[in-house]
């Protein structure tokens, strides 16, 4: 279970993080990420947006648990007061385990690696 003192839980702040923060994509999930500049000492909050798209309220739930499982593991490597919002997808639903993680674990190395300075992009 993800600690309650990272549990993002204020609409502002999901839909401020998701219009400006870095967006990342797979097939199960979207994740975006508004990391301020300084990081100052607040914890990380991570929010979930799991839609009727993804199945019933039994579904939703079932996939809410495995993602707050999933960031539980990687909430320390967020960078200080930043935003996390991971969105699930339809196939979330029906992906298994490992395939969550890999697609979580691929998406967070991207939107929280730097800008290249060389490419200007990330």
């Known amino acids: 279970m993800l600690p309650a003192r990272h549990r993002l839980t204020d609409g502002e702040s999901f839909r401020r993080t998701v219009r400006a923060g870095r967006r990342a994509g797979s097939g199960t999930l979207v994740v975006h990420l508004s990391a301020p500049e300084g990081g100052q000492a607040a914890p990380a909050l991570i929010g979930f947006v ?17 993602l707050r499982h999933l960031c539980r593991e990687h909430v320390s490597e967020l960078p200080g007061s930043a935003t996390l919002v991971v969105r ?16 979580l674990v691929r998406c967070l190395q ?9 490419a200007g992009r990330a």
């Open 50 to 66: 799991v839609s009727k798209g993804v199945g019933n309220a039994v579904v939703r739930n079932r996939v809410k648990r495995r």
């Open 110 to 118: 991207r939107v929280t690696r730097e800008t290249d300075p060389v």
């Open 88 to 103: 699930a997808l339809p196939r979330a639903a029906t992906a298994s385990a490992a395939e969550l993680r890999a697609d």
